[in-house]
């Protein structure tokens, strides 16, 4: 006789071919994830906790250099030096990357690195990974080069410097031809404003009625042109912060009253009615009375 013992191994076979086709799947994934990572224009690392560090890309294998391989427990070389974005010097030890070891998160840390053939500038992104028992197992460093970003940035800054210094100069040359120009305009002024005191003092009872209209007139469009040219030195003082209040307790509706009675018949010349109501008889305010006479005069 014989003995014949059959196996059922339907399933088995089933599970080899699932598993064949899991392993499939796995190895065209990892091929896919590596040529992604293996196109990336960041550098991307793998730091484990006994600092040693594996590149995950050519990118990485060419960066790795300027950060001395990663090599914590040795000196970095004295030609390579690390510096923050604000331009304080970094010592190696302390660089971003390892305190991705002692649990610190990292999200576009800048940092430069200079040696005697180049100045690079990275922008560093990481996150330690933990094992089971919470403890980091290893961190993944993505590393950057953001150098020609930086260089761009620099020169739009610099150029908007120039601009901002080309400006001031500008404003500095406007303001001062506006002081001189001011200052021209007064001494023509001063002049005419002592030639009527005389004529007033020393000719007053001889001129006529007609005489003492024109007159009244030229004081009048002499003390407007005064003003304007005050206006023009406070354009100047302005822009400098160096105006000057002389502030005193004074009725603001009385004096807009009169100010207000001051320009009707100049306004009467334009066609204009020109009239001042107010719901009180009395308003103190503690202000520079002339720059307020100055704004209801404009308005």
Avoid: W
């Amino acid at each position: 006789y014989f003995v014949e013992i059959t196996y059922d191994v339907t399933e088995t076979v089933l599970n080899r071919n699932k598993i064949k086709i899991q392993k499939d799947q796995l190895f065209k994934q990892f091929q896919q994830f590596e040529t992604v990572v293996e196109n990336m224009s960041d550098a991307l690392f793998i730091i484990y906790n006994d600092y040693s560090a594996v590149s995950l890309n050519q990118e990485a294998k060419e960066v790795r250099n300027l950060f001395n391989n990663f090599q914590y427990k040795e000196e970095c070389p004295k030609d390579i030096c690390y510096f923050d974005y604000m331009g304080n010097p970094i010592s190696f030890h302390n660089l971003s990357v390892f305190r991705l070891l002692k649990g610190e998160q990292l999200k576009a840390s800048r940092i430069t690195v200079t040696t005697p053939e180049a100045t690079h500038h990275f922008s560093i992104s990481g996150r330690p990974v933990y094992d089971d028992s919470k403890n980091i197992h290893f961190s993944i460093v993505c590393i950057r080069d953001v150098t020609t970003q930086v260089v761009q940035d620099n020169y739009i800054l610099n150029v908007e410097k120039e601009k901002k210094e080309n400006l001031e100069k500008a404003i500095a040359i406007k303001d001062d031809f506006l002081t001189l120009i001011s200052h021209e305009f007064k001494t023509p002024l001063t002049v005419i404003g002592s030639a009527i005191q005389a004529l007033e003092l020393f000719c007053g009872k001889e001129l006529s009625d007609k005489a003492r209209r024109y007159i009244s007139i030229i004081k009048q469009n002499s003390l407007r042109q005064l003003r304007l040219v005050s206006n023009l030195l406070d354009i100047t003082r302005g822009s400098a912060d160096q105006i000057r209040f002389y502030k005193k307790n004074i009725d603001i509706v009385s004096v807009t009253r009169l100010l207000t009675d001051s320009v009707k018949i100049y306004a009467a010349q334009k066609n204009l009615q020109l009239s001042f109501d107010a719901d009180i008889g009395t308003k103190m305010f503690f202000i520079d009375e002339e720059k307020y006479e100055r704004v209801i005069l404009n308005i």
